[in-house]
């Protein structure tokens, strides 16, 4: 019977063992291994709120992608020709894959950066390559919008 219970727990682990993607790990070891304090300083992956509301002033072809949940955005929405909203939960499902450009640039928002950053990470590693992320979210939008920033209409 001890024998049994051994043969079964060594069978259980290689099991666990084999369930591991050594392949998928690998590639996020590639891709986080790059992600240093150095490299995060002088990346041009972060954007400034004033930097994107000149962008949105000067008509810049580019898409604004909100992913915050659709109660964030019912109460504070961004409303601009350039916005796509696509909940991070959402976000990875083919549909709303292909509502998203590869050949124009995408600034992510969501309400104080941390989901950008998931997002932005996750769609560099499916391919895509002109992405940013708003420094400090839609709360940085709304400090940097003002009648000189605004988007004139």
């Known amino acids: ?11 259980s682990l290689s099991v666990s063992a084999m ?13 986080y291994s790059k992600l240093t304090q150095k ?5 041009k992956l972060t954007v400034t709120a004033e930097a994107v509301m000149k ?5 810049k072809d580019f898409i604004l992608l909100d992913v ?7 109460v504070v929405s961004l409303v601009t020709d350039n916005t796509v909203k696509i909940p991070l939960e959402n976000l990875f499902e083919e549909a709303n894959l292909n509502k998203l450009p590869t050949d ?5 928002v969501c ?4 989901r950008e950053l998931l997002a ?9 390559k002109n992405i940013q992320i708003v420094k400090g979210g839609i709360a940085a939008m709304a400090v940097a919008n003002s009648v000189k920033n605004a988007p004139v209409k």
Do not use: C, W, Y
């Open 39 to 43: 490299n995060l300083a002088n990346s």
């Open 55 to 59: 962008m949105l002033r000067e008509k």
């Open 68 to 74: 915050r949940t659709p109660g964030e955005t019912s």
């Open 111 to 114: 309400h104080s950066g941390a």
């Open 1 to 11: 019977m001890n024998r049994l219970i051994t043969l079964l727990a060594v069978a």
């Open 104 to 108: 124009k640039p995408i600034v992510i």
């Open 120 to 128: 932005a990470s996750g769609l560099q590693q499916i391919g895509f």
């Open 19 to 31: 369930a591991l993607d050594n392949t998928q790990a690998e590639k996020l070891n590639t891709f």
